[in-house]
């Protein structure tokens, strides 16, 4: 069987009047179905950028080569008909922020039933009763009045579970979740991470979730995809993140993480700062200038090659033995 997603060879630029960025550069990655897959990095590293290939979301000035296989069919290819046919329906997806994503002149409960009208998976009293049985699952107290209320008058929180609500109202086989909960205060982002598993679990769905924060992704997701300027730097599963992570970046960003069983000292960080996208690639690792385990033959690309099942990262150290 193949896996839900596949992300072949991808490369994507944004042409702008001033640069070119070179956004994504040569991305594999592969999605089974009904597991959670964490995409981590820190900020411009690509994250959003290629999950909003995959339904195709992406500005125009986006230029996207490769292939993204969604159940077998190539979405850079698809049709716009058949695209609009797999967005919301077969594709959900979470927005960072709710606000911008909601219309503000429609009460929640007719964004909540449009996927299902348009898609025509319901009849107009039956998708009402759905969306009222779904507001409550997500956590929405006395969901019947919440239907007819319009976005100003939920909270932060609120607004997130009913975007959660809406990108699963038709359920779609892939949620795309990028960085839901970062606006949110930390027992709200608690309290939204914890549905989402639950949903995705007792759903079965496929769940990418997109994040900066390795911890949450940790707590959230079956595998990790570790991005650092638009490339996959290591992919393992979460089990394995503490005793198995072999590239030098992964490893200082767990070295970051605080902890609360720790000493109280300062915490190591990456020094230097991320690669500029908007100058052409360079020949060799990318990392290389940041890199503390830097060797003469970085100034090769490394290729993302396995080292163990589960378990691949675009490192020569790495691929020599590791490091301690
Ligand atoms: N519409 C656009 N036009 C030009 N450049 C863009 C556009 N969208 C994104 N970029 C650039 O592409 C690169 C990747 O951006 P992306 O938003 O995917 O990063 P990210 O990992 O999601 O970051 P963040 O954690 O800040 O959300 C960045 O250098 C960004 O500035
Ligand atoms: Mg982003």
Known sequence: MHPLLQVKKLNIQFHTDEVRVNAINGVDLTVPAGRAVAIVGESG????????????????????????????????????KDLRALRGREIGVIFQNPTAYLNPTKTIGQQLIEPLLYHHMASAKAAKQQAISLLDQVGIADPEA???MYPFEFSGGMLQRVMIAIALIASPKLLIADEPTTALDVTIQADILVLLKKLQRERGMSLVFVTHDLAVAAQLCDEVYVMYGGMVMEHLLVKSLVHESKHPYLRGLMQSIPRLDGPVERLPYIPGNPINTTQPMPKGCIFQERCHARMPVCDERPPLVGCAE????ACWLAQNGGIS
Do not use: Q, Y
Request: no cysteine.
């Open 310 to 313: 589960h378990h691949e990262v």
């Open 146 to 148: 919440r239907f007819n």
């Open 45 to 80: 590293s690509g994250k959003s950028t290629v999950m909003m290939a995959v339904p195709r979301l992406l500005p125009g000035n986006a230029i996207v080569d490769g292939e993204i296989l969604f159940d077998g069919r190539d979405t850079v290819k698809l049709s716009e």
